[in-house]
């Protein structure tokens, strides 16, 4: 087995989680975006793409679970049909998170995110960034194609994104043989 094979064996494993829990005490008290230097979980960040070279960022974001509150509306209405609970976004929890980090680094360029933790009120992402204006991307071959794009996660085309917008189902949307 390869090192990332052991890296994957290892946070699936219950000593991981007792580590995970720490590091959450520290990460609530953390800003809700944060650029960090290393990979929590490096083995799912190489197979999305990463590389520990420059161009390369990493950001943690913090995002709430659970359904939104909608502003109470004028005008009289039962409390059932006033329409204040149980909203939930049309977005994956993950596809926002991206945006909401290439909000607040808008000269990058996201390349992919994925799951590192959660607890009963907040989820963490690790969302992978890339400069489409640094030199060391623009002569890479494999990676120049991204100097070209510009805001993948508002329109959708990260994997979080595609996921979020119901193109990455597989095999369920084919239809069956009609029996005769």
């Avoid at 990332?4 to 699936?12: A, F, G, N």
């Avoid at 990493?58 to 004028?74: F, M, T």
Wanted: charged share 35%; proline share 5%.
């Amino acid at each position: 087995m390869g090192y990332q094979k052991y890296l994957k064996k290892l946070w699936r494993s219950p000593e991981y989680e007792k580590i995970v829990k720490q590091r959450l005490i520290s990460w609530r008290r953390e800003p809700v975006i944060i650029r960090i230097d290393k990979s929590t979980r490096l083995d799912r960040a190489h197979a999305l793409g990463y590389k520990a070279k420059q161009g390369f960022v990493l950001a943690r974001v913090r995002i709430g679970k659970g359904s939104s509150k909608r502003e109470k509306p004028s005008g009289g209405r039962k409390p059932l049909h006033a329409g204040l609970k149980s909203i939930t976004p049309k977005m994956n929890l993950q596809h926002i998170a991206e945006m909401r980090v290439n909000r607040k680094f808008p000269n990058l360029e996201i390349l992919n995110s994925y799951y590192v933790a959660e607890d009963g009120k907040s989820k963490w992402f690790e969302v992978i960034l890339i400069d489409p204006n640094h030199s060391c991307i623009k002569n890479n071959p494999k990676l120049k194609w991204i100097c070209k794009t510009k805001g993948r996660s508002f329109r959708g085309l990260t994997s979080a994104g595609k996921k979020s917008r119901s193109l990455k189902r597989g095999f369920e949307r084919r239809s069956k043989p009609e029996k005769k």
